[in-house]
């Protein structure tokens, strides 16, 4: 299922790029940059399962924007996420665990607005890529072990690249002193934060995140 899944990512992110390359071709265009913060909500999809709930934190960064056209464009984001997971004791609710990722996403991401003329919808998606440059733990187990999977509680993150798809969705509205847009994010990791081959604990631990927040563009003709 993941190999099909990258296959169709790729396939999509190639007809997008051979359709935006006429696109550029042909039409006018209109560079814009800004900056972005907000809320991040995120989880880690284990494999022996972990019971969880989604972990809250900031997010900010900034955003290169190049619109063709009217209706199409390429978007690039640089953005220091908090992503992880918190985990949920049913039977134990006094115990409480939470693992927070701190990391540097760069998305690429094809982009269609569509709508008025100072206020629009648009959509946005295509490949992410990303670093974890911290890791840090909450907790105040003093050793207990409350869940039914506990190996990650002693367990720091294997793998700091994370690759995956993301897209989202949004509204913008243009004003005379830039563009203003609040957005909705999700983001999908084909990568685990630990190694998950067979003679490994976890099968699985790919994490994902949503996204919302407000950005501010500059745009320059």
């Known amino acids: 299922m993941r190999r099909k899944a990258i296959a169709i990512s790729l396939f999509a992110l190639l007809a997008a790029v051979v359709a935006e390359a006429q696109i550029i071709v042909t039409t006018p265009y209109e560079f814009s940059v800004g900056v972005s913060g907000g809320a991040s909500f995120s989880s880690v999809t284990f494999n022996p ?4 709930t989604m972990l809250q934190g900031l997010t900010f960064g900034v955003t290169g924007r190049m619109t063709m056209g009217e209706n199409v464009g390429l978007q690039v984001e640089l953005n220091y996420v908090q992503q992880g997971w ?7 609710p006094e115990f409480k665990y939470s693992r927070r990722l701190d990391c540097l996403q760069l998305p690429f991401h094809t982009r269609v607005q569509f709508g008025g003329k100072n206020v629009m919808g648009f959509i946005k998606a295509g490949p992410q890529v990303g670093y974890m440059i911290n890791e840090s733990t909450s907790d105040n187990l003093n050793g207990a072990a409350p869940g039914k999977v506990n190996a990650q ?3 720091p993150a294997e793998v700091n690249f994370e690759w995956g798809i993301s897209g989202g969705a949004g509204i913008e509205v243009r004003t005379g002193i830039g563009y203003f847009l609040i957005e909705g994010d ?4 084909f990568g685990d934060i630990y190694g998950t081959q067979r003679k490994d604990y976890f099968l699985k631990a790919s994490t994902q ?13």
């Open 186 to 189: 999700y983001f999908y990791s």
């Open 49 to 52: 399962k972990v019971a969880q």
């Open 153 to 155: 509680h002693d367990m």
């Open 209 to 221: 995140s949503i996204i919302a927040k407000v950005t501010y563009l500059i745009p320059f003709r």
């Open 86 to 92: 918190n985990e949920e004791y049913e039977d134990a």
